[in-house]
């Protein structure tokens, strides 16, 4: 089973990224902050997280901190399986 870093990173390269290099996305690159993830992108990536493992994020969660980056988006959900 891929972990869960590289499940959404692929989701991420698909649905916002399309055509780009997944060497480019690195667990730091910064998906808010750095503008590749808007508040609708970040709506649909809490949409997947959830579904994709099995998890509820409260609203608090769903901020900068939490999900500006590939490694802080992994962290969460382990703190949250």
């Known amino acids: 089973m891929p972990d869960a870093m590289e499940t959404v990173k692929n989701f991420i390269l698909q ?3 399309p055509g780009e290099s997944p060497d480019q ?6 998906l808010i902050t ?3 993830l808007d508040s609708i992108a970040t709506l649909k990536l809490v949409a ?3 579904e994709q493992f099995h998890i509820k994020l ?3 969660e769903v901020d900068v901190d939490n ?5 802080d988006i992994s962290r969460l959900i382990q703190a949250k399986r």
Do not use: D
Not at 25 to 30: E, G, I, N, Q, V
Not at 67 to 71: S, V, Y
């Open 67 to 71: 999900l500006n980056t590939l490694a």
């Open 58 to 60: 409260e609203a608090h």
């Open 15 to 17: 649905e916002f990224l």
């Open 25 to 30: 996305l690195k667990a730091t690159t910064p």
């Open 48 to 50: 997947f997280l959830e």
């Open 34 to 36: 750095g503008g590749i």
